[in-house]
């Protein structure tokens, strides 16, 4: 059904104050960047047409992020170097347009997320008791133990090591990969678990950035925008 | 529980306030979009080259102001103008204001995180009166002293605006001066006296004095209430102003209304005698609706939202809104926006809008018969019948809505039982109605749903029921008892207003200024948000009363002889009193009175040399 549309894949974004919003003010705040930008988008039929749109994952409020994607159906194809050219004002500085690319469709984009990259910092070093020679021997001893539960936001124990694929410290903060779409980890569980196995070092405020996001078609995992055709990415995003 | 003991001194800089949000307050409350900024439209941060400065304070939550379109106007045209700064504000909720006076961030601005006490002045709108509180939690989160006599040489100046101020005593010992009436010409007379004083020109006083010499402004330690005469500052001409705002924020937290609006007419000549709107607007000004179109087009685009409304106190009044809404609405659904229309009449000119327009395919049509029977709406002038309504109905139901909902008041003066009773008849007629046409039309008969809400009367200053007291609570308990026992049936729903918010309405509405003390000492035990079932507490307000020696249903119910001088008799609305008088007469004699527009002129006393009804009627 997808593929008889043309549909274009978007990442974008959310920086500064556009960190505080929740995700459902995220897709209002997509659908009227999208109207703003007078993209020839599909509507859905019925009394409240909505623009045809898919987000890959949901993001906790309060987490930047330079890896969110969505996918729009259109009309009829656009060029993604134009649609770059169309969002430049449309999108927010708050929310900013960094990529673009054709997509062809065949898969909903939500059901192939695996994995999330967040850059992890803390707010306040002394607070959180972080200092950056301690953060190897934290990752050791995260890697040591067989397991490690926290209390989930819904009071249930949480597994944190099974849903981490990877940790590094990276010039004083830390580096993550984990579990994102069907099994989910927010990046404060990897850091109530390095707390738990350090003492309660760890705990604090801290400034959480999602740097990527993973998806499986079956070749392992990959980057959303390497299914695409044409990407172009906006200045100062090129990477 | 508010902590009231610490209080921000409100000095810290935008730096340690962004620092304190992202690092210590943020992280930690509810909906934290509210107070973070960065919206798109939004002003930038710098303060290069100012020369004037207004915070606008919203005295309510953030996604109740931002849906307000004073403020939106007041920002585009200060804002508009190089050197002038106007930046937003709200009341933060409960959680927001603790975590505020627990770090010592003090009220500032969304758009630099400046704090208040770096504005010129802070500009706090007065909507409606269970706002009260939070006009003084915004005052005293900015760091200055809560009454206008305890504020220092440089402290911003406080002022008010809205509708509440034709009656601006309660709150006059908090505020510095009041605007009454239209902002536009105004805040540009105001942010020059705000510009003299920045330059060191003018000492606080005599920036006072300045204000006070301005046309429709209010300044408490300058006029004495009892001899002074303000009068209400009309903009003769909408056309005076673009429709369309240059500056417009769009917020990123869900609000009460995600639209555009443009406003299509202020002012309402229909003459309900219950509507203080209706008396406190006047005179009708038209917009043109080539000027409407373009902004609604334009606006759309620009910030995207899927709709439109066209704002006024009775659009359906607007001259020209059937040619508007055909060529507006196809033009707009092409690019997936919808026109909606936010207050209709009831007649069938008004279902053939409806109609026209898909945003109200989405929900139900709501109809204002205000009152249960034909006397009753005659006392109150709503020039609807019985007919009007069941003819509008039948329309509606035939065009495929299956919700109604009607609105009706309580409490009405001369008001009997059966008056009461007429509530109930009129919607069980609504509701067999659209019953049979569903029948009719093969459709179930149980999927049409009436809801009733039902209202109490308040008095308001300036009506022609401002002498009169709130109907005694236990006579209104005993109306809205028998309206319960005799709506208990399938496909109708009963809302009935809560007594002691409606008490509360009543007493600071026509309040005198004896009523500041009552309201600071409600603030200091913690009221907040009184318009919100989650969040009034009675209990302080009752206690604020008892200590002030006064009684909540003695002060409610209290009526004023039409020989006194009235608490708000030094605001001039232009609306004469005798006329007033004359329209509480011609109520309790059940005379209708008409409308200016399409009869004679009733010598309300508005009109002037410039100042006049503009109905433009359609164009081409």
């Known amino acids: 059904m997808a593929d008889m549309f043309e549909a274009i894949r978007i990442r974008y974004g959310k920086v500064g104050p556009g960190r505080y919003i929740s995700h459902l003010d995220t897709i209002r705040a997509a659908e009227r960047a999208i109207r703003r930008m007078g993209l020839p988008v599909l509507y859905s039929e019925g009394f409240s047409p909505r623009p045809r749109m898919t987000f890959a994952a949901a993001l906790q409020v309060g987490v930047s992020s330079v890896a969110e994607h969505m996918d729009v159906l259109l009309e009829k194809g656009v060029e993604p170097a134009d649609v770059l050219r169309m969002a430049s004002s449309a999108f927010p500085e708050t929310m900013p347009l960094i990529a673009a690319g054709r997509f062809g469709g065949g898969y909903a984009l939500p059901a192939k997320v695996r994995r999330a990259k967040y850059l992890i910092r803390p707010f306040c070093r002394e607070e959180a008791g972080w200092s950056c020679g301690s953060l190897d021997d934290a990752i050791r001893a995260f890697e040591a133990v067989p397991s490690v539960t926290v209390p989930g936001r819904d009071g249930k124990e949480k597994d944190v090591k099974g849903l981490v694929y990877a940790v590094r410290a990276v010039d004083g903060a830390l580096e993550v990969e984990v579990a994102c779409g069907d099994k989910n980890l927010r990046p404060q569980y990897f850091i109530d678990a390095l707390s738990a196995v350090t003492g309660g070092l760890y705990s604090g405020v801290y400034d959480f950035c999602r740097t990527g996001l993973l998806i499986d078609l079956g070749r392992g995992p990959q980057d959303p925008m390497a299914d695409c055709v044409g990407t172009a990415f906006s200045e100062g995003f090129r990477s | 529980m508010v902590n009231n003991g610490n209080r921000p001194t409100g000095t810290d800089g935008p730096e340690t306030i962004k620092r304190k949000l992202e690092e210590k307050i943020l992280p930690l409350v509810q909906k934290p979009g509210r107070y973070a900024g960065g919206e798109l439209g939004a002003i930038g941060a710098s303060w290069d080259g100012v020369r004037a400065s207004i915070l606008l304070a919203f005295p309510d939550a953030y996604e109740v102001g931002m849906s307000y379109l004073g403020f939106k106007i007041l920002y585009d045209i200060v804002n508009s103008r190089k050197g002038w700064r106007a930046e937003r504000a709200y009341s933060p909720w409960p959680d927001m204001e603790r975590a505020m006076r627990n770090e010592g961030v003090p009220l500032y601005g969304l758009e630099s995180l400046s704090p208040a006490r770096r504005f010129d002045a802070v500009g706090i709108t007065l909507q409606y009166e269970l706002s009260y509180t939070n006009a003084l939690q915004l005052i005293e989160l900015s760091g200055m002293g809560l009454r206008s006599s305890e504020r220092k040489e440089d402290d911003p100046l406080v002022i008010g605006g809205g509708a509440c101020t034709v009656n601006p005593e309660p709150l006059a010992e908090f505020f510095d001066a009041f605007l009454i009436g239209d902002g536009e010409e105004a805040i540009a007379e105001i942010m020059g006296i705000l510009e003299m004083r920045r330059s060191g020109s ?383 007469e011609n109520a309790r004699h059940g005379r209708p009175t008409g409308d200016c527009r399409f009869d004679a002129c009733n010598l309300c006393g508005v009109c002037e040399s410039g100042i006049g009804n503009i109905v433009r009627g359609p164009e081409e």
């Open chain 2, 202 to 584: 003018l000492s606080r006083k005599r920036a006072l004095e300045a204000l006070s010499r301005l046309e429709g402004v209010y300044v408490p330690a300058v006029h004495d209430p009892s001899v002074a005469r303000i009068r209400r500052r009309v903009l003769d001409d909408l056309e005076r102003f673009p429709a369309g705002l240059g500056h417009e924020v769009v917020p990123f937290v869900e609000c009460v209304h995600d639209r555009t609006v443009v406003e299509v007419m202020r002012g309402c000549d229909r003459g309900c005698r219950f509507c203080q709107a209706g008396y406190i607007n006047r005179p009708v000004r038209e917009r043109k609706a080539s000027s409407v179109r373009a902004a609604a087009v334009e606006s759309s685009a620009r910030c995207g939202y899927d709709e439109v409304s066209l704002l006024s106190l009775s659009t359906a009044d607007y001259s020209a809104v059937g040619p508007l809404v055909d060529k507006m609405a196809p033009e707009l659904a092409a690019k997936g926006v919808a026109v909606s229309l936010p207050s209709l009449r009831i007649d069938a000119f008004s279902i053939g809008l409806a109609r026209k327009v898909a945003a109200h395919k989405r929900t139900g049509l709501t109809f204002a018969p205000e009152a249960g029977t034909q006397r009753m709406r005659d006392i109150i002038n709503k020039g609807v019948t019985e007919e009007d309504l069941i003819s509008a109905a039948r329309a509606a139901f035939e065009a495929g809505w299956e919700q109604v909902k009607l609105y009706f008041m309580i409490g009405l003066p001369f008001e009997a039982l059966e008056d009461v009773e007429g509530i109930a008849d009129l919607a069980f007629k609504v509701l067999a109605l659209g019953r049979e046409v569903a029948a009719g039309k093969g459709r179930p008969p149980s999927r049409i749903r009436i809801s009733v809400s039902v209202g109490t009367l308040i008095p308001k200053p300036h009506t022609p029921f401002q002498w009169l007291g709130l109907e005694r609570s236990e006579i209104t308990e005993g109306k809205k008892a028998r309206l319960r026992g005799l709506m208990k049936v399938k496909g109708i729903t009963l809302a009935l207003s809560d007594a002691f918010t409606s008490k509360l309405e009543a007493v600071l509405s026509r309040g005198t200024r004896a009523m500041s003390g009552v309201i600071e000492r409600a603030y200091r035990l913690g009221a907040r948000f009184d318009g919100w079932g989650e969040c009034i507490m009675p209990g302080h307000w009752l206690k604020a009363l008892e200590e002030a020696g006064m009684d909540l249903d003695t002060e409610a119910s209290r009526g004023f002889a039409g020989t006194e001088r009235l608490p708000w008799g030094h605001i001039d609305t232009r609306v004469k009193a005798d006329y007033l008088a004359m329209e509480l």
